[in-house]
């Protein structure tokens, strides 16, 4: 099953950037100069230094916001943590977008002034870190649930509240700490669509325009986005010194079951805080709402909608399905420590932080063949995309629940003869079925708010509902536009209601 | 869920995606045209014909050359129809590697010939033109420029724009007035822009924008981006340059069906369609496009293709020349 699993993430995946690599040797020096000046290395420091920042940001924020919510007596933080971890399941372009129409030059508290920080390095800076922080909050506030209760309460009979915190929540949650900041890091470097919106030139959108400029030159995008491999292996060494095999938790493994730490005469300024940002999250939404209510935008929708949301969910969810199976078999032999395993998932992990565009034209490369047209011509191409970059979402989100199930009941199960497929659909599947379900609800969410990947090879009259925002946002009717966006909010949030629904259920 | 229904819920989901393969009743089309402009006249069509349309839009950063690239990329097995691009010198692009299949529309029969190909690979119809937008809170009338060569002007240092020349129309813009000019002074032109600290936008609407908010003083962009401008009630004046000199660049949308395509019949059925009069009316109409026939209806605000001197170019050439200086360009811009 893991050659099974990993023939088609190699299929999906590797394939695409091999042919590039193809492309890269066919036009040899040529390809290779346009590292030779120093715009390139421009653009690229430029990335960096604003994935370093905004992880900085999400880290310094995230982290405490992450342990209040988890372990302090924060008013309504059940609420405040899905307030604040909404915009992550949405494109960063359409929050984008929602700042826009607040302080761009005509928004509703737009000026000269915001307009001008806005479309700049603050700008972007500002979208990413409120969109990416998320990722911080949730993952430290979840390995916190998921912390032996008896290590807290031995603590807190010699500790204060502020000691517990930081001499025992704070290590216990270093895993995924050092987790989320892989995280930010790799989704603000691949980042495409926000400072192409916001007029900042980054390294990814350099990539994407040496596609887009009238001498097609896919050998040429492969070499310019060659500084990004030892990027994406120094990620991979990071997170297997820093995250590896310590296990943290993932999305509702446990409850808020101990009495949370009293934050004392704290609380006002901590609650005041902390639900500031839940609302400033939810900000450039409420924007986008009026802004289509304002315009007509909501009445016209029906006109411009298309089939896009139909597609996005069809898509979405056969691809989510794939992730969530390949996720099952890769991500519990990542965790096992298999053979093979490891080289497998740091595939998902390159596929994961190449930038789209090249992974797009590859995929073009090597799916519009004669014989492959069922699947280029077709929304199986979006499903071969989707799984390509988003596999290393269901992998790591079923490894980190394996790595905390218990391994004598595969063991029992082998010793009576049940064979690897056996074990995995009768043992593993069941023991981990909420990861398993999470897996699947977080590829889900991450197809849906895709706009890079699919953006390149879209079937014709198939797009995404994304890719309809994209393309008709420079010069659609802005109300349209706001509208549209609008869907893309309400879509996600009721793919999002129905997974948490079933990951309830699956919970009785 | 057992395993079994699993598989059989993917089967029927993979059926379902594979479903979605070609078919005979329909067509499709590649457009750089705005897809808030091109889109409802391809609804249209479907109303009209019965075959539906599919269609791939450009975003606006890629303008132009994000779908001609997929067109390129998917030479070996094409997927589109028809290339309805939004200038004439992209689609050369395409004859050149022998990608377009000549076709020569009954309805073409009232265009210009300077506006389509004697072997019908091409047909040009409804046109942007290449205008300076000027704030008029910034320029008083007196001193409106009125070339192309005032964005290099030191009088407006730091105060002009130009979208990326890599992109959209203004890489035809460019390599029209290095075609007109001659090498030299095309790069001493550019180069004194840089100098003169124009800005480069990434798109012709990023340039509408940059003029509208009064950022800068005036910008180069296309009449539809004008047309938007001031129906947004920006205080915008629109110059065509170089009325005493080379003339204003004319950019005609332009059809072509492709080599090899799968529904050729169909293509051809939409071609027909886009060269009727009533289209570059609409056009018009919706985006300020200038109509190539002498006999088409304009309104208000929007002139004919007679009613100003036109830059006199072959747009084969400008083709040529615009693949020839894009390493030049590319080191312009600084990639």
Sequence with gaps: MLVAAGTVLVLAALLPLLSLVTELSATGRAALAVLRGPRPWELFLRSTGLSALVTAGALVVGVPLGVLIARSDLPGRRMLWLLHLFPLFLPPFVLALGWFHLFGRTGLLGTEATARTLFGGAGVFWVLWLAFTPVCTSLVSLSLLGLDASL???????????????????????????????????????????????????????????????????????????????????????ERRFVGPRSFAVAGLRGMSRDPLPLGPWRPVATLAAWSLGLVSLAPLLVLLVRATRGGGLQELPRWVGRAPWTSLLSGAVAATVIATLGLVLGHAAARRSRG????????????????????????????????????????ILVVGYVARYTVVGVRAVSSVVLQSPLHFEESAAVAGARFSRRL????????????????LLAFVFCLRDLETAVLFYPAGREPLTVRLFTLEANGPPSVVAALAVAQVTLTGAVLALGVLALRRSAR | ?????????????????????????????????????????????????????RAVFDTEETKSTGVLNRLVAEAAHPQADVFW??????????????????????????????????????????????????????????????????????????????????????????????????????????????????????????????VASGEVAFGVADTDDAQEALSEH??????????????????????????????????????????????????????????????????????????????????????????????WLKGWVGL
């Design chain 2, 234 to 327: 920006a205080p915008i004046e629109v110059v065509f340059p170089d009325q005493d000199g080379i003339g204003t660049l004319v950019m005609p949308t332009t059809v072509s069906l492709m080599r090899g395509s799968p529904h050729p019949e169909g293509g051809k059925k939409l071609i027909d369609f886009l060269l009727r009069p009533e289209v570059e009316r609409r056009l018009a109409g919706t985006a300020a496009h200038v109509p190539l026939r002498s006999d088409v209806q304009t309104p208000p605000g929007v002139k004919r293709a007679g009613d100003f001197k036109a830059m006199q170019v072959d747009y084969s050439r400008v083709a040529d020349e615009m693949e020839r200086m894009q390493p």
């Design chain 1, 341 to 380: 395993a490891t080289a497998l998932d740091a595939l998902s992990m390159l596929a994961f932080v190449t930038p789209a565009p090249i992974l797009g034209v590859g995929l073009i490369a090597v799916w519009n063949r004669s014989w492959t047209q069922a699947v280029y011509a077709s929304l199986t």
């Design chain 1, 152 to 238: 807290e309460e031995a603590a807190r009979l010699v500790g204060t509240p502020a000691r517990v915190a930081s001499r025992i929540l704070a290590p216990a949650a270093s895993p995924a700490i050092a987790l989320s900041a892989i995280v930010v890091f790799a989704l603000t470097i691949s980042e495409l669509a926000v400072p192409m919106f916001l007029r900042v030139d980054v390294f990814p959108a350099a990539v994407f325009a040496r596609l887009g400029g009238i001498d097609y030159a896919p050998g040429e995008a492969f070499a310019l986005a060659l500084p990004l491999v030892p990027l994406s292996l120094l990620l991979l060494f990071f």
């Design chain 2, 85 to 210: 691009s939004g200038d004439p010198v992209r689609p050369f692009v395409l004859i050149k590697r022998g990608l377009v299949a000549p076709y020569e529309s009954p309805n073409a029969s009232g265009i210009p010939s300077s506006f389509r190909a004697s072997d019908g690979s091409w047909t040009g119809f409804a046109a942007r033109v290449r205008v300076l937008l000027v704030n008029k809170n910034r320029v008083p009338a007196s001193e409106l420029p009125y070339s192309i060569r005032d964005l290099a002007d030191p009088r407006w240092k730091g105060a002009t724009a130009i979208a990326n020349p890599l992109f959209g129309t203004t890489t035809m813009h460019v390599a029209a007035l290095f075609a007109t000019w001659g090498d030299e002074q095309g790069r001493a032109f550019l180069k004194s822009l840089k100098d003169n600290q124009a800005r480069i936008a990434s798109s012709n609407g990023e340039v509408k924008r940059l």
């Design chain 1, 425 to 440: 659909a009768r043992v593993v599947l069941p023991l981990n079925l909420r990861g398993v379900i999470g897996g699947w």
């Design chain 2, 1 to 53: 869920m057992n395993a079994r229904t699993l598989a059989t819920l993917l089967t029927l989901a993979l059926s379902l995606l594979a479903g979605c393969t070609s078919r005979s009743r329909e067509v499709v089309v590649y457009t750089s045209v705005d897809q808030v402009v091109s889109e409802p006249i391809l609804r249209d069509f479907e109303k009209q014909s019965g075959l539906t349309v």
